[in-house]
Structures are given as structure tokens and as C-alpha cells.
């Protein structure tokens, strides 16, 4: 019979020096799947009096691509979230409830944000990699009713190394929990005057897909095949919904129909507790 690897995905606390080799702390639950790739950029050099294909050649720049996928759950989505925004711990969180903390992250609108970044180890022992200098790039949040919420996160790295010692750390198993739609709202309200989450929609959320891009990338300079810093541009944030067709989505639909050319803005937000 066949042997199935037990696969890891580890992952740092959030590192202020980029591209530095960091100590991975936590397991993240709910993993359905990762992958790391090496991308390498290689030249060939013209042999004179050769028919077939040179024998000189070049590695002239190496970087590395990550993405992991999996179900959300309440405890590891601030660490995926401090990748995107400015990162929060749980000691300077707002203490909404006794079961839990409240993590008010905000997107950037003027200017960049000092988010984590992070090293990350995947495989299993005797088959494992070390992801260095992970920034996550894009983000994507989804949930059909009667399912869990999903997500998928891409990211760029500077380098993918070998650990021949395997995993550097087992970190230990933690009690989580799952993030369903059967605990999730939707609240829809006035851009200009209401607070978000003021006015709830019930009996109306049927699936949502949140993409948020935000155009990280790796920068490579004279001196060395890897990169030496990173960049990023403009953010670029998608919702969608599919919602119930009934009275109060016929007023939304018959607002945009008779805004005359005026866009119509609100305030959505898509929250489980």
C-alpha cells in the first residue's frame, strides 16, 4: 500500500528584516494545499562552430512564487491578514468579547502600509523546503451557503532553499475554529452618512467572492541573482455577491437602473462571529 506524506505548511511571526531566514512558530490548520516554485532565469551563449544547442550557459536571476489555499479559521486568518495589512497582535487588539478579539485592519488608500512578511517551511521529513522573505501579493475570501468560508493566497518570495535537516520545528496542534456561512451577515448601508455593519440583510447572502490584489512584486539589482528588495502598486479589491431577489434587492437593482449616470456607492460588509 502506498504511503500518503503528512505535509506541513509552518509559518514565521512577522519579520521586520526582509528576506532574512525567521523561526516558524505556527502550524496553519485547515491547509488543502501549497505549493512553492522556483523561477529561474537562465541565458545561453552563442557557441561558434557548434551545430546543436551551446554548452554555455548562465543562471542570471533566480526568485521564488508561493501559494496555499485552505478553509479559514478564526485563529490563523490574522496571520494571513497581518501579510496584506498593517499587522496586529492579539496584545493590541480590541478585546470586544470575552471569546475572542476584534482585529480592525484598514486597506491603504494614500500610502503604503508596514505589513508582515514572513519565512515559511512546507513538506514533510526528509522532503522539506524554507520558503525566505514571503510577501503576500493577492488574497481571495469565498463562501457558498451551507459551506465554509475559503481562501487562497499567492504570494513572492526571494529564494527557496532545502532543508536537509527537514522540518526545522514542529509546532504544536491548536484547537480552531472554522469559519462557516451559517454564521456569516450581510449589511448594506449609505456610503456618505451610515456606519458599515449598521444595517443587517437577512435571508438574502447566498455566495461572495472577495479578491483583493495588491501588486507586490520582487526587485532584483546589480550583485546578485536574487532579488534585494520588493515593491508594490496600486490595490486592486473585487466583491462579489450572489443574493436572494426579493424586495429590498429589487430597490438596489431599481436605484441603479435610475441613477441617471450617477454611481451608486454603499458600504458592504460580509462578517461571521
Known amino acids: 500500500m502506498a504511503v500518503t506524506a503528512n505535509r506541513q505548511v509552518n509559518i514565521s511571526t512577522g519579520q521586520s528584516t526582509w528576506g532574512s531566514t525567521g523561526s516558524v512558530v505556527r502550524k496553519l490548520h485547515g491547509v488543502t494545499q501549497q505549493s512553492g516554485q522556483i523561477v529561474e532565469k537562465g541565458q545561453i551563449v552563442k557557441a561558434l562552430g557548434w551545430l546543436g544547442p551551446s554548452p554555455i550557459s548562465a543562471e542570471v536571476s533566480q526568485t521564488a512564487e508561493v501559494s496555499f489555499e485552505g478553509i479559514c479559521v478564526y485563529e490563523d486568518m490574522p496571520t494571513i491578514l497581518n501579510g496584506f495589512f498593517t ?45 525566505n522573505g514571503v510577501v503576500f501579493n493577492d488574497l481571495t475570501v469565498k463562501g457558498e451557503a451551507g459551506d465554509l468560508w ?107 437602473l435610475g441613477t441617471g449616470g450617477v454611481a451608486v456607492k454603499r458600504q458592504i460588509r460580509v462578517g461571521a462571529t
Open 87 to 131: 499587522g496586529i497582535s492579539a496584545s493590541t487588539s480590541t478585546d470586544s468579547t470575552a471569546a475572542g478579539y476584534n482585529y480592525p485592519y484598514t486597506a491603504p488608500v494614500s500610502s503604503t502600509q508596514v505589513f508582515y512578511h514572513y519565512t515559511m517551511e512546507f513538506g514533510t521529513t526528509g522532503a522539506a523546503y524554507r520558503a
Open 150 to 256: 475559503n481562501y487562497v493566497v499567492g504570494a513572492v518570495a526571494k529564494n527557496i532553499v532545502a532543508s536537509t535537516s527537514g522540518l526545522s520545528t514542529t509546532p504544536a496542534d491548536r484547537a480552531v475554529n472554522v469559519v462557516r456561512m451559517a454564521d456569516t451577515t450581510l449589511a448594506v448601508d449609505a456610503f456618505s452618512t451610515g456606519t458599515m455593519g449598521t444595517t443587517s440583510v437577512s435571508a438574502t447572502l447566498i455566495n461572495f467572492e472577495l479578491a483583493y490584489k495588491t501588486g507586490r512584486h520582487v526587485k532584483t539589482f546589480a550583485g546578485s541573482v536574487f532579488p534585494g528588495d520588493f515593491g508594490e502598486a496600486a490595490h486592486e479589491p473585487t466583491l462579489k455577491l450572489t443574493a436572494e431577489f426579493f424586495s429590498s434587492a429589487k430597490a438596489y437593482v431599481d436605484e441603479l
